[in-house]
């Protein structure tokens, strides 16, 4: 693998998390957080071919969510009690990013920092990717199953306890609306813009991926 950028374009179905990972060149790979097999496992974006395992090891036992960082470095939240690192070339472990109370979503944010949120801990906390500490709580009072910042720089979360899509102020954390939620939507689980700028939820309790407006959040139908 060469360079690689990772966008988001998964359904999150059963103990199954998946990221797009698209390299800079004609190299390009989907990797995909496998609970089952405590594994992260890589298949061909366009063929869906199998191309081996990415990377695996003891600890790694319940993997529920992948990013590339700002560093180069792919970031799995652990959903059992860290945030590993491994080599985004080689797949190679490369240490313990942080220990945190069951994470579960992960997001890189504008200002490179790594975002960790924690259905059972209530919240997004916020790390330093430099140094791995803690920065602070900066989103509290929210049940986070996964996440992501959208093309205005907002946090939208995935919240499972109120069943919706809360939007949050990408900058200081606060609170600035139930974006998304509905009859249709009933468990939240992975979300992503798409390049038409829409915003796709996977739903974990129906198994579909629901398409909502961008900027109003307005639900435009079943994926």
């Not at 060149?25 to 992260?40: D, H, N, R, T, W």
């Amino acid at each position: 693998m060469n360079q690689h950028s990772i966008s988001q374009a998964s359904t999150l179905l059963m103990a199954l998390a998946v990221s797009l990972v698209v390299a800079s060149s004609a190299e390009a790979e989907l990797l995909v957080c496998s609970g089952g097999s405590q594994s992260i496992l890589r298949y061909d974006d366009r063929t869906g071919d199998f191309l081996g395992v990415f990377a695996s090891r003891d600890t790694l036992d319940a993997p529920v969510s992948i990013r590339l960082g700002p560093d180069g470095t792919v970031y799995c939240a652990n959903a059992t009690g860290d945030v590993l690192q491994f080599d985004a070339e080689t797949g190679a472990f490369l240490g313990t990013f942080a220990e945190f109370e069951l994470p579960q979503g992960l997001a890189f944010g504008p200002d490179g920092n790594l975002y960790v949120g924690s259905y059972d801990n209530h919240g997004v906390t916020r790390f330093d990717v430099g140094t791995g500490r803690l920065i602070d709580k900066f989103v509290a009072d929210s049940s986070p199953l996964n996440m992501v910042f959208g093309p205005d720089n907002s946090l939208y979360v995935a919240d499972a306890a109120s069943q919706s899509v809360l939007r949050f102020d990408g900058s200081t954390g606060e609170p600035i609306d139930v974006f998304a939620s509905g009859d249709e939507l009933w468990f939240p689980s992975a979300l992503t813009f798409g390049p038409d700028g829409d915003l796709y939820v996977a739903d974990g309790y129906f198994n579909k991926v629901l398409q909502y407006d961008g900027t109003t959040g307005a639900f435009l139908g079943v994926f």
